[in-house]
C-alpha cells in the first residue's frame, strides 16, 4: 500500500538547495506572502461591521484564526499532504487528475467524469484568482500613498492601472532578467514584516497569547453563527497556498517546504502579530494596520514602493501559473490551440501566451476601476480560492483511494478533516456574493464553458470519425477500392489515434485516386506526466506495403516540434524522407450545426468558433506551412 505518491521518479533541479530555496522564495511564495497588506485590515473591518472598530477579544480571536488557517491549511494540508500527489514532480490540480485512474479521467464521447469535471472547475477558478490577485495586490500597495499623504488619494486607482499595464505589456519579453531581482526582493520584503512584527510585539507581547486555540473558539462562542462571516476575510492570509502546490515542479518539494518553515511562516505571522499589538495600543491604526506599523512620511513611501515590488513580484507569479495551467488544459484536450512563445532557452516553464495575457490584462483594469478599492475587491477574492481548495480535497481523496489503494477508514477521515478547514471558508465567502464574489464564479463560468464544449467537441469528433471507418480494415478496403496509382514521393497523414488510419487519407484516395509510394501516419500523443524522457519520444512501426506507424509522445508541459523530431524517427528507420519534399495531410472540419447532432445548435455553433480561431494544426505542430495541404470535411455534431 503505497503512502507516497506514486510516481516517485523526480525530475532534476539544476542548481543548489540555495539557489532552488532563493527561486522559490521569489515566485511561489509570492501571493501568500503579500497578504499582511489586506488581511488583518479586512478582518478587522468585517468584525466591527464596517466601522473597524472590533474589539480587543475580536483581534484575538482573529489573530488566532489567521495562526490556524495558515498552519492547518497550509502547511498541514498542503505541505503534509496534498504535496505528496505529484505528477513526476509536477504539481497543480490538472497533474492531480493525471494521477487518478484511466477509467475515471475518460468518458463516453462528449462526456466528461465527473472527477475531470471537478479539475475543470477548480482549473476555472484559478483563473479568476489570477485575475483578481494581481488587481487587489498592487491596489493594496498604492494605497499606502494616501496614509504617508491623504492628498494622493486621487492618484491611487491610476498608479494601479499604470502599474498593471506595464506589468502585462513586459510579458512577452520573458521573466528571465527580472526574475533574477524577484528572490532578493522578496527576502528584503520578508525580512522587513519580520522585523516590524518583531518591534511592535516586543512594546505589546501579550499579543502573543492570541496564538492559543481557545481564542479562536472564543471568537464563535461570543458571535455564534453570525461570527462564521469573519472566515471570509481570515482566507485572505491563505491565499497563494495552492501556488505552492502548483509552482511545485519548478523547485522541488524540498525547498518549499524548508523555505515556508524556516522563513515564510515566521515573518508572516510576525507582520501579523505586530499589526497586532500596534492596534492594541493605538485602534485608530486598523483603518490601515499594515501601513500604519511605520510613522507616517518617508517610512510609508518606502514601504508603499518595496510593497508595490512585492506585489508585482505576486502578480507574476500568478500571470505565468495562467500560462502553465493553458498550456496543461490545451495538451490535456480542454482548450482550444493557442500560440505559446517560449522566453528562454534554457527554461521550459518561462512561456508567454497573448491572448491568455491580454485577457488577463484587461480583467485586472476593469476590476480595478470597477472596484476602486482594495476593501471592495477583497469581498470578490474569497470564492475562487475556497472553491478551488474545495475541489483539490476532493479530487486528493479519489486519488488516495482509487490510485494508492488507500482503505476508506484512512482516507475518509482526511477527507473530513481537509473538508471540515475547506467547507467553512466556502461558506462564509458565499455570502459576499453580492458585494463582489460573483466576479470569480462569472469568470470560471465562462472558462468551464470553453472547456468543457471544446473537450465535449473534440471527443464527438474522434467518436464520429470512428464510426465512419470502424477498422483499419474497413478503411483499407476503402482505399483499395479507390486507389488506382501509387506515385514517388513521401506524404505524412496527421492522425489522432494510432489505432486507425487517417480520415484524410481516404478522403484524399476517395477523390484523388492516387497515393505517394511512402506514405507515414502520424500520430501526436499527449502523456499523462510533465515531461517524456527522450528515449520515449518515439516509436516507428514499418509495413512492406508502404505504410509506416510513427507514434510521437510529448508530455503536457511541453511544446511538440514534431518535424525535428519525425526526421529523426524516420532516419533510425530507414524510411525515405526527403525533408524539403515531403508532403504534410491534414483534416480540418467544418461544422454545420444544427439541432440533429448530439451537441446541439448552439453548443456546436460555439464549438466550431473556438474551432476556427484556434491555432491551426499545422503552426501547433510547427510544421513547414508551404509543403501542407489540408482536406476539408463537413459534419454535424
Known amino acids: 500500500m503505497a503512502d507516497s505518491h506514486s510516481n516517485a521518479e523526480e525530475p532534476h533541479h539544476g542548481g543548489s538547495f540555495a539557489a532552488l530555496a532563493l527561486g522559490a522564495l521569489g515566485v511561489v511564495f509570492g501571493d501568500i506572502?503579500?497578504?499582511?497588506?489586506?488581511?488583518?485590515?479586512?478582518?478587522?473591518?468585517?468584525?466591527?461591521?464596517?466601522?473597524?472598530?472590533?474589539?480587543?477579544?475580536?483581534?484575538?480571536?482573529?489573530?488566532?484564526?489567521?495562526?490556524?488557517?495558515?498552519?492547518?491549511?497550509?502547511?498541514?494540508?498542503?505541505?503534509?499532504?496534498?504535496?505528496?500527489?505529484?505528477?513526476?514532480?509536477?504539481?497543480?490540480?490538472?497533474?492531480?487528475?493525471?494521477?487518478?485512474?484511466?477509467?475515471?479521467?475518460?468518458?463516453?464521447?462528449?462526456?466528461?467524469?465527473?472527477?475531470?469535471?471537478?479539475?475543470?472547475?477548480?482549473?476555472?477558478?484559478?483563473?479568476?484568482?489570477?485575475?483578481?490577485?494581481?488587481?487587489?495586490?498592487?491596489?493594496?500597495?498604492v494605497e499606502g500613498l494616501e496614509i504617508a499623504n491623504p492628498d494622493l488619494h486621487a492618484y491611487v486607482v491610476p498608479v494601479t492601472v499604470l502599474i498593471l499595464v506595464g506589468l502585462f505589456a513586459i510579458q512577452s519579453r520573458g521573466t528571465a532578467a527580472v526574475g533574477k531581482l524577484f528572490g532578493p526582493v522578496m527576502i528584503v520584503w520578508?525580512?522587513?514584516?519580520?522585523?516590524?512584527?518583531?518591534?511592535?510585539?516586543?512594546?505589546?507581547?501579550?499579543?502573543?497569547?492570541?496564538?492559543?486555540?481557545?481564542?479562536?473558539?472564543?471568537?464563535?462562542?461570543?458571535?455564534?453563527?453570525?461570527?462564521?462571516?469573519?472566515?471570509?476575510?481570515?482566507?485572505?492570509?491563505?491565499?497563494?497556498?495552492?501556488?505552492?502546490?502548483?509552482?511545485?515542479?519548478?523547485?522541488?518539494?524540498?525547498?518549499?517546504?524548508?523555505?515556508?518553515?524556516?522563513?515564510?511562516?515566521?515573518?508572516?505571522?510576525?507582520?501579523?502579530?505586530?499589526?497586532?499589538?500596534?492596534?492594541?495600543?493605538?485602534?485608530e491604526t486598523v483603518v490601515n494596520p499594515f501601513f500604519s506599523m511605520v510613522p507616517a512620511g518617508q517610512a510609508t513611501y518606502a514601504l508603499a514602493i518595496l510593497s508595490s515590488l512585492a506585489t508585482v513580484i505576486a502578480s507574476q507569479a500568478l500571470i505565468s501559473g495562467a500560462f502553465s495551467l493553458t498550456r496543461q488544459a490545451m495538451q490535456l484536450g480542454y482548450f482550444p490551440r493557442v500560440y505559446i512563445k517560449h522566453t528562454a532557452h534554457d527554461t521550459q516553464g518561462q512561456i508567454y501566451i497573448p491572448q491568455v495575457n491580454y485577457l488577463l490584462a484587461i480583467g485586472c483594469v476593469l476590476l480595478v476601476l470597477v472596484f476602486r478599492e482594495s476593501t471592495k475587491l477583497a469581498a470578490a477574492y474569497g470564492l475562487a480560492v475556497t472553491g478551488t481548495m474545495v475541489l483539490t480535497s476532493c479530487i486528493y481523496y479519489v486519488v488516495l483511494r482509487e490510485s494508492w489503494g488507500w482503505a476508506a477508514t484512512r482516507a475518509v477521515p482526511l477527507l473530513l478533516f481537509f473538508l471540515a478547514l475547506d467547507l467553512p471558508f466556502l461558506w462564509a465567502n458565499l455570502f459576499k456574493f453580492k458585494d463582489g464574489g460573483y466576479v470569480p464564479l462569472l469568470i470560471g463560468a465562462v472558462v468551464v464553458a470553453v472547456m468543457v464544449l471544446w473537450n465535449r467537441g473534440r471527443t464527438l469528433v474522434a467518436y464520429r470519425y470512428g464510426l465512419r471507418y470502424p477498422t483499419r480494415e474497413s478503411a483499407r478496403k476503402r482505399i483499395d477500392a479507390r486507389l488506382v496509382a501509387r506515385v514517388p514521393g513521401t506524404a505524412v497523414f496527421m492522425a489522432s489515434s494510432a489505432e486507425m488510419l487517417p480520415p484524410v487519407l481516404v478522403h484524399h484516395v476517395e477523390r484523388n485516386r492516387v497515393l505517394q509510394e511512402t506514405l507515414i501516419l502520424l500520430t501526436v500523443q499527449t502523456a499523462n506526466r510533465p515531461l517524456?524522457?527522450?528515449?520515449?519520444?518515439?516509436?516507428?512501426?514499418?509495413?512492406?506495403?508502404?505504410?509506416?506507424?510513427?507514434?510521437?509522445?510529448?508530455?503536457f508541459m511541453e511544446e511538440p516540434n514534431v518535424p525535428a523530431v519525425l526526421e529523426e524517427a524516420v532516419r533510425q528507420a530507414g524510411i525515405p524522407f526527403p525533408g524539403a519534399e515531403v508532403t504534410y495531410y491534414l483534416g480540418r472540419e467544418s461544422f454545420i450545426a444544427s439541432n440533429r447532432g448530439q451537441m446541439g445548435a448552439v453548443a456546436e455553433t460555439i464549438f466550431a468558433f473556438l474551432q476556427r480561431n484556434a491555432v491551426t494544426a499545422d503552426r501547433y505542430f510547427r510544421l513547414p506551412y508551404r509543403q501542407v495541404v489540408e482536406v476539408g470535411t463537413q459534419m454535424d455534431l
Open 33 to 141: 506572502g503579500t497578504s499582511p497588506l489586506y488581511t488583518l485590515k479586512e478582518c478587522l473591518h468585517a468584525a466591527g461591521h464596517g466601522s473597524g472598530t472590533a474589539t480587543r477579544d475580536d483581534l484575538f480571536g482573529i489573530l488566532s484564526l489567521i495562526f490556524w488557517a495558515l498552519t492547518l491549511v497550509v502547511f498541514v494540508k498542503y505541505l503534509v499532504f496534498i504535496m505528496r500527489a505529484d505528477n513526476r514532480g509536477e504539481g497543480g490540480i490538472f497533474a492531480l487528475l493525471a494521477l487518478a485512474p484511466r477509467k475515471m479521467r475518460a468518458g463516453k464521447p462528449g462526456q466528461i467524469p465527473l472527477v475531470a469535471l471537478l479539475t475543470v472547475c477548480g482549473a476555472a477558478l484559478l483563473y479568476g484568482d489570477g485575475m483578481i490577485t494581481p488587481a487587489i495586490s498592487v491596489l493594496s500597495a
Open 190 to 283: 520578508f525580512t522587513t514584516l519580520a522585523s516590524l512584527g518583531i518591534y511592535h510585539i516586543s512594546h505589546d507581547p501579550e499579543i502573543l497569547a492570541a496564538v492559543l486555540p481557545q481564542h479562536a473558539i472564543g471568537y464563535f462562542v461570543r458571535h455564534g453563527w453570525e461570527g462564521a462571516h469573519i472566515l471570509g476575510s481570515v482566507v485572505l492570509a491563505v491565499t497563494g497556498g495552492e501556488a505552492l502546490y502548483a509552482d511545485m515542479g519548478h523547485f522541488g518539494i524540498r525547498p518549499i517546504r524548508w523555505v515556508w518553515v524556516g522563513f515564510v511562516m515566521p515573518s508572516l505571522l510576525l507582520a501579523y502579530f505586530g499589526q497586532g499589538a500596534h492596534a492594541l495600543r493605538a485602534p
Open 532 to 555: 517524456v524522457p527522450k528515449e520515449e519520444r518515439f516509436t516507428v512501426t514499418r509495413s512492406e506495403e508502404g505504410f509506416h506507424r510513427v507514434v510521437i509522445c510529448y508530455g
